[in-house]
């Protein structure tokens, strides 16, 4: 597995290495040991999810807060997305500042955001399927956004911006009024 550090030392890209032939390809998708050694410490999963969206779907910034809050190891293997990682610790060198990242069922990167971040991605392709590990369960009492189009954190979203967004996601507060990480 390929490691490659992002503007933000803890969200990571991990690329990994794929053999492909006539016949297709093989690629370990996940280990745990080669992740908690890219990580630099041991993470527990307790959760998969998976959801299927068609182009212009913007889907976040979303979060939850603490004891709840979600590290995730996310991956697109059907079509494209970019996807977009936002510094919500108030401690932290990098606070405020994103990550953006285009990950696709072709180059098969998997982005890493721990906990203490805000996370979203946009749908580029006709579809795309995009799977989630998660260090923690849904929490709905602890789930937390921010709107994702906050001019204080300043996303470049691809495209034209008439993207297809979630009654939630249209709401969201903006960021002077989040619940932040401390």
């Not at 969206?53 to 910034?61: C, E, F, I, T």
């Not at 995730?72 to 401690?91: N, P, Q």
């Not at 994103?98 to 996370?119: C, D, M, T, Y």
Request: proline share 4%.
């Amino acid at each position: 597995m390929n490691v490659i550090k992002t503007a933000i030392p803890e969200v990571l890209i991990l690329e990994p290495r794929v053999f492909g032939d006539e016949r297709g390809f093989f690629m370990e998708s996940f280990n745990q040991h080669a992740f908690e050694t890219a990580v630099g410490y041991g993470v527990q999963f307790v959760q998969d999810n998976h959801s299927k969206s068609s182009k212009g779907v913007l889907r976040g910034l979303h979060f939850q807060l603490a004891p709840h809050a979600q590290g995730k190891l996310v991956r697109c293997v059907t079509g494209e997305v970019f996807d977009v990682a936002v510094d919500i610790r108030k401690s932290s060198a990098t606070f405020g500042k994103w990550v953006g990242v285009n990950l696709s069922g072709q180059n098969k990167r998997q982005l890493w955001i721990p906990e203490g971040f805000a996370h979203g991605f946009l749908v580029l392709s006709e579809t795309a399927e995009f799977l989630y590990k998660t260090t923690n369960y849904y929490a709905p009492e602890f789930d937390r956004g921010i709107k994702w189009d906050d001019p204080s954190i300043g996303i470049e979203w691809p495209g034209q911006g008439n993207y297809n967004l979630s009654a939630k996601d249209q709401i969201q507060p903006l960021w002077d009024d989040v619940d932040f990480f401390e």
